[in-house]
């Protein structure tokens, strides 16, 4: 199971539901709050690690495993060596026919354009935002107020820990914000 996003807007309640209802142990179940294109999904990686050879690896659906073709089909691929079949419930794709390979091979074409367009339609909005004199980009999250005061707490001595449990961010960010300022590295790392 996967959701895009690691806060509690997206849940995997409806997918683990699905795979209950066809049959998966819940003990069985593993699930990621990630971005699917990302390799470092630590859920997928048990997952694939604990299946053995007669397994059978069950998604909700097929772009819950990764959206790019390569990734996908390298997955895939490594389950057949391995002698692990796929079926993806929404897809009502199985590996093990050769029906259910070809539609493997074209749910995963479709997910891949999916995400080039996505990222045509993010890139025409950026362009379109800079034109209009606009930085499109995630909002900051120390506002120049808050930093304002995040440097005076600074100069009075408060430790760098103590305003990122204050303010509750992560010290990397408040680091990357001090740097943009124009704080040199002696004072930042200090």
Known sequence: MRVASADDRQSVDLQRDALIAAGVDARHLHADKVNGVRDDRPGLKFCLAFLRSGDCLVVWKVDQLGRSLTHLLTIINDLKQRKIAFHSLTEQMDTTTAQGELFFSLFGALAQYERSLLQERVNAGL?????????????????????????????????????????QIPCSTLIDTLARAGWNAAQVLN
């Open 127 to 167: 362009a379109a935002a800079r034109r209009r004199g606009r930085k499109g980009s995630r909002p900051r999250a120390i506002d120049p107020e808050k930093l304002e005061k995040i440097i005076g707490a600074l100069h009075i001595g408060s430790s760098k820990a103590s305003i990122c449990r204050t303010i």
